[in-house]
């Protein structure tokens, strides 16, 4: 079992470029979440999906969208790029939305200049 | 107020000493009770998972809750280099149910 894996692993953008995040899970879960972390902040949701076909905002999802593609992946695009979208990004899945596990991905790294 | 405080830190000790780890968090609706590491550059994996007050041991690790203060604490017995990680907390309950809160994190180093 690979877990929940998520390409690319780093990316360069230049301010008003688009981009998408991937993220793909094995462990046949139902929920998937998307985060991203900042120095001193913490982790802060993004999007999240409590099962396959519904999506919800969650603190900060200005900037960004979603997609449930399958109950395997949930993408995270970036429209137009900003600087202050320079973060690093963690997708997470768990079996059934509660309070559960959330397993992580490796998380992807991106740079917005 | 943040619904959720953590000191981020820096905490460096010396091989082999007890580390105390905090957090407060302000919501009452609260109800379950997480410790998360995180090694550079990696994803955060859970530590530690609790739903009442009280302790819960797991080897070296006890993850305390004491609901009525708001207040719950991670200690490390015995710690190792190997324990050198960022340590967040994560809360979950009431409408929040399904999403975790985290805290900042802290960095921790242990040297040999």
């Known amino acids: 079992n690979a877990g929940v894996t998520q390409t690319p692993k780093f990316q360069v953008l230049k301010t008003g470029q688009s981009m998408t995040l991937q993220c793909a899970q094995d462990m046949n879960h139902n929920s998937m979440y998307w985060y991203r972390q900042d120095p001193g902040m913490g982790l802060r949701l993004i999007y999240y999906?409590?099962?396959?076909?519904?999506?919800d905002k969650g603190e900060v999802p200005n900037g960004y969208n979603v997609s449930r593609l399958n109950k395997r992946e949930f993408s995270l695009r970036l429209e137009s790029a900003a600087p202050s979208q320079t973060s690093v990004y963690f997708c997470a899945s768990s079996e059934s939305g509660g309070a559960e596990t959330q397993y992580f991905g490796p998380g992807t790294r991106l740079l917005v200049l | 107020q943040k619904e959720v405080e953590q000191d981020p830190g820096p905490l460096s000790v010396p091989e082999g000493a007890i580390v105390s780890l905090n957090c407060t968090y302000s919501n009452s609706a609260f109800q379950y009770f997480m410790w998360y590491r995180q090694y550079s550059r990696k994803g955060p994996e859970l530590l530690m998972y609790t739903y009442s007050s009280g302790n819960k041991e797991d080897g070296r690790f006890t993850a305390q809750v004491d609901k009525s203060s708001k207040y719950i604490s991670l200690f490390i017995r015995d710690s190792q280099p190997s324990d050198s990680a960022t340590y967040l907390c994560a809360f979950a309950g009431g409408t929040s149910y399904g999403k975790l809160t985290f805290g900042q994190g802290t960095i921790l180093t242990v040297h040999p």
């Open positions: 999906s409590a099962s396959e076909g519904t999506t």
